[in-house]
Structures are given as structure tokens and as C-alpha cells.
């Protein structure tokens, strides 16, 4: 059993910033990819952003050069440094760990974490 712990979200002014974290903890053996989704109201859960145990990223088009995804493997966590926000930002995100747990591999999801970015 693997649990994710989401932190960081919160409401922000546009132009600013927040630093979302996911940690993850419980019978893992390693972990693959990472990665975060938002789902805003009304609209389909889309890729926000992925990071690779090779250190590999990729990003949506609405978020390059705003957003950083990072990850410490010490502490099984992942981040996503959001700059520059906008009101379109505005959703819940939800992490993505690709646990291989020794047996296989299975993707797990966090809870999901309010971001809002209004005046």
C-alpha cells in the first residue's frame, strides 16, 4: 500500500507563484515516473506536467516556462514550482507516482490539492 501526500495549494494573485509537493510513502521498491494532472470545473483531467527516474521532463504547452517539475528521490518526493500564474491555472492538481513495488508496477494518484489563482 502506497500513500501520496499532496501540499501547496492554495490561492494566489496572478503573477504569482506557489510550489506544490508530493510525497510518497508505504511499501515502495522504486520509483518510475512522476508526474501532475489538473482537472479544472467542467473540463477533462490533462497533463500538467512529467519527470522520468532519468531525470527527464516534459511539460504541456500552456505551462512551459512557467511551471518546473523536479523530484528527490531521497525523500520520494516530486514538486511543481508554478510561476507567473494565471486565472486559467486555476483547478485541482493531483500527483502521479509510477510505484514498482518489487512484484509490478502500478500507477497511484493523490488526493488532489485546490489551486486558485484570482484578484
Known amino acids: 500500500q502506497v500513500q501520496l501526500v499532496e501540499s501547496g495549494g492554495g490561492l494566489v494573485q496572478p503573477g504569482g507563484s506557489l510550489r506544490l509537493s508530493c510525497a510518497a510513502s508505504g511499501s515502495i521498491f522504486s520509483i518510475d515516473a512522476m508526474g501532475w494532472y489538473r482537472q479544472a470545473p467542467g473540463k477533462q483531467r490533462e497533463l500538467v506536467a512529467t519527470i522520468t527516474s532519468g531525470i527527464s521532463t516534459n511539460y504541456a504547452d500552456s505551462v512551459k516556462g512557467r511551471f518546473t517539475i523536479s523530484r528527490d528521490n531521497a525523500k520520494n518526493t516530486v514538486y511543481l514550482q508554478m510561476n507567473s500564474l494565471k486565472p486559467e491555472d486555476t483547478a485541482v492538481y493531483y500527483c502521479?507516482?509510477?510505484?514498482?513495488?518489487?512484484?509490478?508496477?502500478?500507477?497511484?494518484w493523490g488526493q488532489g490539492t485546490q489551486v486558485t489563482v484570482s484578484s
Open positions: 502521479t507516482v509510477e510505484i514498482d513495488n518489487g512484484d509490478y508496477v502500478y500507477d497511484s
